[in-house]
């Protein structure tokens, strides 16, 4: 079920999301993304449906638990062009990742004559749904509990600082990041790869620029120009930069 609003196709006002339990797997061997995402609700009216945004994804299994603890499970499924309709929310996925600068994607580089490869994300406008099912609107906005579990050594960003990092064994290992504020769907960011860094403290939180091993220094202007630019927007908005520190990946 979806509504229309001025001409636009939105998602049914019945629930809304208050915050996501999200973990992705990414494979840099195999290019494919496993992964699990709980997402809480709060119920704005009684309904017999929930809808929310998946695209391009196989859902393996869905689970619906109320706040009691009884759990539930779906009677129908309904696939529409770009809304994921049914009585549960999903909780596991699998996709090849794409070549395309939209959700979770492959990105390719050459170092020494060899093709590598590194995992990011660009989820502006309506891509989030291409990496995991989520209420995709920018008005949804929900908290972000973010978990990474790739092969040991890569480096693994997201919005926020790494709370817990732990070898898990069989070559992997699980990045854990702190909750996020709250903020929409657009805004969630990862990246994973074999990466290096320069940062600097120039800026009241840690500033970085990620690069592949080799070329941290030619992000020094880079870097330079994040700090004046979030000082002044600091300065001209009388809003202070919300996160506890910025990644930038070239």
């Known amino acids: 079920m979806v509504s229309t609003t001025e001409g636009r196709q939105v998602l049914p006002a019945n629930v809304k999301p208050i915050h996501y339990t999200l973990e992705l797997q990414p494979s840099l061997k195999t290019f494919e993304v496993e992964g699990s995402v709980t997402i809480e609700l709060t119920v704005v009216e009684n309904s017999s449906e929930i809808s929310l945004n998946v695209f391009e994804l196989e859902i393996s ?4 638990r109320s706040a009691s603890g009884q759990q539930h499970e779906p009677k129908s ?26 959700g979770f994607y492959r990105s390719s580089y050459t170092q020494n004559g060899v093709k590598k490869y590194m995992a990011a994300s660009q989820m502006e406008a309506i ?28 480096t693994c960003l997201s919005n926020m600082d790494v709370s817990l990092q ?3 064994g ?11 504020p709250p ?16 940062e600097t403290d120039a800026f009241r939180v840690p500033l970085r620029v990620y690069t592949p091993p080799g070329y941290a220094a030619s992000g020094q202007y880079a870097l330079e120009l994040a700090v004046r630019t979030l000082k002044f927007y600091e300065e001209a908005f009388d809003i202070p930069f919300p996160l506890p520190k910025m990644d930038m990946v070239g």
């Open 183 to 198: 903020m929409s769907t657009y805004l969630i960011a990862f990246a994973v790869g074999d990466l290096e860094y320069i």
């Open 77 to 102: 499924v309904m696939y529409h062009d770009f809304h994921l309709s049914y009585f549960e929310y999903h909780r596991s996925t699998t996709r090849p990742s794409s070549d395309g600068l939209q």
């Open 166 to 168: 732990s070898d898990i």
């Open 127 to 154: 891509d989030a749904r291409k990496a995991f099912p989520c209420f995709d609107e920018p008005a949804l906005k929900a908290t972000f509990d973010v978990t990474l579990i790739t092969d040991l050594g890569l």
């Open 61 to 64: 299994s869905m689970t619906l």
């Open 170 to 180: 069989k070559g992997k290992q699980k990045v854990a990041f702190a909750r996020s």
